[in-house]
């Protein structure tokens, strides 16, 4: 671990994509200190002001402060974004592996149902997931989960079928240890590399998934603080009061920024030819 993280220390995007994240959450988690109320305070006499002292980010057209809503918004966002990967990791992996490793009927059951759901554009069928189970954020991390989970299952399968082929899988076999064993001391574990790559690459898409189904209603409902919803929300003021949307896109825009140069650092520390 203590290599993991000199890594990302010397690599310039690995440097620049922890500076970021590391300032966004520390942010978040100190919000009642740097702003100046809660997020879902209104004072509509202040509405649409223009940043100041006050209001260093300026306030929206119902007069609550944009960067409380945003550092606010952006705990739900990133928890949602984060529970996704974290869903779609654990079930895809385990599918794919026992899938690869196993072989037979779970194997072409399972890939078939994955391969349907990757018949879909990931986008669409998330919405209409998403409009089937109801608004909420809750449901909407379960939409986005769905459309994940057929990625990490196909790449972990792959993983699983290659690793099974190895001369210490089939002296593991020989000597008599169990299938299971096999498949979480060696396969699983000698084969999840590019899965943790994957993972870091894929909380960039969830978040921006998270915004996209925010911002059409099927996300976090009002007056919840998220930034899709908030960009939906102001959208009719950007000529007048830009900074009402600002404030989220460049949020959105800076995170999955630091997730994908994580995501390439990452990459670099677990490939075995560099």
């Known amino acids: 671990m203590t290599r993991f993280f000199q890594h990302m220390l010397v690599h310039r995007g690995g440097r620049a994509g922890v500076a970021i994240l590391g300032i966004m959450l ?113 449901d909407a991390m379960l939409a986005i989960s769905i459309t994940m989970i057929p990625q990490f299952a196909r790449l972990s399968r792959r993983q699983a079928q290659h690793v099974s082929g190895m001369l210490y899988v089939e002296a593991a076999r020989v000597l008599g240890v169990g299938g299971l064993r096999i498949m979480v001391r060696h396969v699983l574990r000698n084969g999840i590399s590019p899965m943790l790559t994957l993972a870091s690459l894929s909380v960039g898409s969830a978040i921006l998934q998270v915004s996209s189904l925010g911002f059409l209603g099927l996300g976090a409902q009002p007056p919840s603080a998220e930034w899709g919803a908030d960009i939906a929300a102001n959208l009719d003021y950007v000529r007048v009061a830009p900074w009402v949307l600002m404030s989220a896109g460049a949020a959105i825009m800076l995170t999955v920024l630091s997730f994908n140069l994580i995501a390439d650092a990452m990459s670099d520390y677990l490939n075995p030819n560099v």
């Open 26 to 138: 520390i942010l978040m988690m100190i919000a009642p200190l740097v702003t100046s109320g809660v997020p879902d305070h209104m004072d509509v006499p202040r509405m649409l002001q223009a940043p100041s002292l006050a209001h260093p980010l300026g306030t929206d057209l119902f007069g609550r402060d944009v960067l409380t809503r945003t550092l606010y918004g952006g705990r739900h966002t990133l928890a949602i974004g984060l529970g996704v990967v974290a869903i779609a990791f654990i079930v895809g992996v385990g599918v794919g592996t026992v899938a690869g490793f196993r072989g037979g009927l779970f194997d072409a059951v399972s890939m078939r149902i994955v391969d349907a759901v990757l018949s879909f554009p990931a986008l669409v069928l998330a919405i209409a997931l998403a409009a089937a189970l109801g608004p909420g954020l809750l």
